[in-house]
């Protein structure tokens, strides 16, 4: 097994992995690789992933919060953060239930079908008094942000805003003028 297809950089888990991935071969998903790692999709929708890290090798849910974790063996990697994934965490293959594994993915895949997962939160980004008494100085500037898309427009605010002190936002407005005025993106140069 390749290193870059697991999360597994230390090789720990390579014979547990091998195990969770003999059980999932017995379920209705296909394997494929994402972000380095091993996932598990139906109808080209993340499932599962599966991955080995320094002190356990796991299964995670990316819509883990709607099973019904009778066994409570789930848990939330990133309480406060992460919404709705779910992790269940092994430290020895004699901890691995094929019967148990096997009732979990099977309800992530039927809850798939019934449509229950969360979409990621789109977070509208306002721009600040500052930002917009300094477009409004120019009609082509305003005219011309107006003019990029939602995404390029929220780079561009927040390159603004996350300055501290208003010399800086200053500073840093100076030098997107001339991008605006292009149309050229704040990120543009870094995108193939």
């Given amino acids: ?22 059980i999932i071969e ?20 993340n499932i599962i992933g599966i991955g080995g890290f320094k002190d356990y ?14 066994k409570k063996v789930l848990v939330n ?12 965490r092994f430290t020895s293959k004699e901890e691995v239930n094929e019967k ?16 229950l997962s969360l979409k990621p939160e789109k977070k509208e980004v306002k721009p600040s008094d500052f930002f917009l008494s300094q ?11 107006t003019s990029f898309s939602p995404f390029r427009q929220k780079e561009f605010i927040e390159y603004i805003d996350s300055a501290k002190q208003e010399k800086t936002k200053l500073d840093r407005f100076e030098k997107i003028k001339p991008m605006l005025l292009a149309g050229i993106g704040l990120n543009d140069k870094y995108r193939k």
């Fill in 100 to 115: 148990l594994v096997l009732h979990y993915v099977n309800q992530a895949i039927a809850n798939e079908k019934n449509g």
């Fill in 26 to 45: 017995k379920t209705e998903l296909v394997e494929t690789v994402k972000w380095g790692g091993i996932v598990y999709t139906w109808n080209n929708q």
């Fill in 1 to 22: 097994m390749e290193d870059q297809k697991t999360w597994n950089r230390n090789q720990k888990w390579l014979e547990e992995i091998e195990l969770l991935k003999s």
């Fill in 135 to 145: 477009l409004n100085q120019s009609a082509a500037l305003a005219e011309k942000f």
């Fill in 77 to 88: 990697a990133g309480e406060g953060i992460t919404k709705g994934l779910r992790q269940w």
């Fill in 57 to 70: 090798f796991t299964i995670w849910f990316f819509n883990g919060v709607f099973l019904s974790d009778e």
